[in-house]
């Protein structure tokens, strides 16, 4: 990944999170793998998949909002 896009989607993720759910943290690791949590949600099913949805959407549009 370049430099700079792992801070660039954290902030993208929190800032898009943040307009659904209030006192948004989002981490963003690298590694071999992959893996979504979604913590401290009252219903975690619904946290995850607007989470799952958001970073699909996020992705696809990347090129809009990453700007290198």
Known sequence: MPKGSIHALKEEM???????????EVIVKTASN?????????????AKEFVEETLQNTWETADDWFVR
Not at 14 to 24: L, M
């Open 34 to 46: 992959d893996g979504l949590s979604v913590l401290w949600a009252t219903n975690k099913e619904i």
């Open 14 to 24: 929190t800032r898009r999170i943040s307009e659904q759910y209030d006192d948004v």
